[in-house]
């Protein structure tokens, strides 16, 4: 049985209304590189600061460190804009999927591609939050982990945090290849991309280790998320 549901955040758990694309590309496109779709999607779910350098890069510019700083103040403040503007919400049954994972013994932690100063409010905007009393068990930020994704930190960092310690007992689960590939990397046993965020089932075609749902709001629906004495019962494909 799984004990740990490790998830992304925006385009997962969040919809925040593909607000995190305009504020990549506009951070990077202001210091007068071009940003092509194709890489935009390739970086989506990494860590932001990554992101900005290797687009930079991509697009023919020099991401010298004091450049990719102001890219990311300047992505960061785009972001706070948008979501003033426009709050996130919680993708819907997200929030009953999480509270019935939970009770079933899974244990749920978000990592995101996003550091602390700009998850934390976000989550706090939604009334999410880890301890007594919160829906969540554990939020892992790029900025705590050497490496973002496709690096296995968060979820290994989410694991030390909740105290799981068998990798094939952690589902994985988000909406950009950088996120099933972490999975992959951290050998979660589940690892599942959803279908909430801008790619089509397609994408994850060549992911054979990836499972597809439409939303996370399915995940208490796979039979590993089931106590094991129930998952016996369920009918087998």
């Known amino acids: ?6 998830l992304d955040m925006a385009g997962t758990t969040v919809n ?19 940003v092509s779709d194709e890489d935009l999607q390739t970086w989506m779910g990494t860590d932001k600061r990554e992101a900005i350098a290797a687009l930079v890069r991509l697009g023919g510019g020099t991401p010298t460190p004091e450049l990719v700083e102001d890219g990311y103040e300047a992505f960061a403040a785009f ?3 948008a979501y003033r503007a426009r709050p996130p919400q919680a993708i819907e049954g997200v929030e009953d999927a999480l509270a019935e994972l939970r009770r079933r013994g899974i244990k749920v932690a978000l ?14 905007s939604l009334g999410w939050s880890t301890g007594e ?7 892992v930020t790029s900025d705590e982990v050497p490496r973002g994704r496709p690096a296995p930190h968060m979820i290994h960092r989410a694991m030390e945090k909740t105290g799981v310690i068998d990798t094939r007992r952690v589902l994985a689960a988000g909406d950009t290849i950088v996120d099933v590939e972490a999975g992959t990397n951290a ?24 499972r597809v ?16 004495a129930l998952a016996a019962d369920l009918p087998t494909a």
């Open 1 to 6: 049985m799984i004990e740990l549901a490790a």
């Open 16 to 34: 925040e209304s593909g607000a995190v694309y305009r504020a990549l590309r506009t951070a990077v496109e202001r210091t007068g590189v071009p």
């Open 79 to 81: 972001l706070r804009e």
């Open 111 to 124: 990592t995101t591609g996003f550091s602390a100063d700009v998850a934390h409010p976000l989550l706090e």
């Open 133 to 139: 009393g919160g829906n969540l068990d554990a939020v």
């Open 187 to 210: 050998g979660a046993g589940v690892v599942v991309g959803v279908l909430t965020g801008e790619l089509p089932r397609a994408a994850f075609a060549g992911h054979p280790h990836a």
């Open 213 to 228: 749902l439409a939303s996370a709001a399915e995940l208490p629906t796979l039979p590993e998320t089931f106590p094991q």
